[in-house]
């Protein structure tokens, strides 16, 4: 059974950076059917997708935060992570870790259980 | 970046109803639209994907439509745990937008 499960910080000084890790199990990273990506929820609000990484590391993110964004994978760990610089209240939000597959069209077919990161001095 | 519009923002129904969700596109996605659902506390589920298809293990109450910039959410007869909010997405053009969502609450 596939299962993702979001780690880091749960608060984040103002001007520093956001560092999340997502742990896979149940399925390697490296499998050419799936991406992996990263959705952001803040407190009562909607959700934003902030990007994703593919099978082979190609890296793509949402325009609105591209300047403060990396996401990165470790295959030997089955992992991929998140960082975030500058960060402010703005980016306040539970972070999801998710899968997309390419059976279901690049949807979010598996999501973590997302972790919440305030930002606050 | 594409904008998805749905509506409407609340829809108030009764269990055994059926309950219609919009979700339009500023322009085509063509058939590349998702839908989930979230419940309080939990993470988003996958229902529906490229516009139609049911994801695996979602009941047939549940059914998507629509094409190019207009898709509709239908439920057939809502039970007690569809009361949730629901959200698109397209994947027609990055980046992957969603729409601000649908709560579907008990009248």
């Known amino acids: 059974q596939v299962q993702l499960r979001e780690s880091g910080p749960g608060l984040v000084k103002p001007s520093e950076t956001l560092s999340l890790t997502c742990t896979v199990s149940?399925?390697?990273?490296?499998?050419?059917?799936?991406?992996w990506g990263w959705i952001r929820q803040p407190p009562g609000k909607g959700l934003e997708w902030v990007g994703s990484?593919?099978?082979?590391?190609?890296?793509f993110y949402n325009p609105s935060l591209k300047s403060r964004v990396t996401i990165s994978a470790d295959t030997s760990k089955n992992q991929f992570s998140l960082n975030l610089t500058s960060v402010t209240a703005a980016d306040t939000s539970l972070f999801f870790c998710a899968r997309h597959s390419r059976l279901t069209g690049t949807a979010l077919d598996n999501w973590g259980q997302g972790t919440l990161v305030t930002v606050s001095s | 970046e594409i904008v998805l519009t749905q509506s409407p923002g609340t829809l108030s129904l009764s269990p055994g109803e059926r309950a219609s969700l919009s979700c339009r596109a500023s322009?085509?996605?063509?058939?590349?639209v998702a839908w989930y659902q979230q419940r309080p506390g939990q993470a988003p589920r996958l229902l529906i994907y490229?516009?139609?298809n049911r994801a695996t293990g979602i009941p047939d109450r549940f059914r998507g439509s629509g094409s190019g910039t207009d898709f509709t959410l239908t439920i057939s007869r809502l039970e007690s745990e569809d009361f949730a909010m629901y959200y698109c997405q397209q994947f027609g053009t990055s980046p992957w937008t969603f729409g601000r969502g649908t709560k579907v609450e008990i009248k």
């Open positions: 490229g516009a139609s």
């Open positions: 322009q085509s996605v063509t058939t590349h």
């Open positions: 990484i593919t099978f082979s590391g190609k890296t």
């Open positions: 149940g399925v390697s990273i490296t499998t050419d059917l799936y991406y």
